[in-house]
């Protein structure tokens, strides 16, 4: 049975950090691209960063404050994200295999 399940979200202050985790089961993640998307009420979703065995790729809008890794001994990808604000609020899902996550809720805020 395909999983993902997203871990690492929270209540953050302006400035500040987390490292999203994304923890598959049921298939290896060293096979498939692997990504990060985030998504805010009432907007579309937006694609924040790809990895696979070949590449990795991070959206213009983040890459300077976002970073994207996996760990394939734990079969686990995680998003390291830095200088957040108030605009990086929203859920943010892992995907992969075709499966999407239940997402984490990120909040920034003072």
């Known amino acids: 049975q395909v999983q993902l399940v997203e871990s690492g979200g929270g209540l953050v202050q302006p400035g500040g950090s987390l490292r999203l985790s994304c923890a598959a089961s049921g298939f290896k993640i060293s096979d498939y691209v692997m990504e990060w998307y985030r998504q805010v009420p009432g907007k579309e979703r937006e694609r924040l960063a790809s990895?696979?065995?070949?590449?990795?790729h991070v959206a213009d809008s983040v890459k300077d404050r976002f970073a994207i890794s996996r760990d394939n001994d734990k079969n686990t990808v995680h998003l390291q994200m830095n200088s957040l604000n108030p605009e990086d609020t929203a859920t943010y899902y892992c995907?992969?295999?075709?499966?999407w996550g239940q997402g984490t809720q990120v909040t920034v805020s003072a």
């Open positions: 990895i696979s065995s070949g590449f990795t």
């Open positions: 995907t992969g295999r075709g499966s």
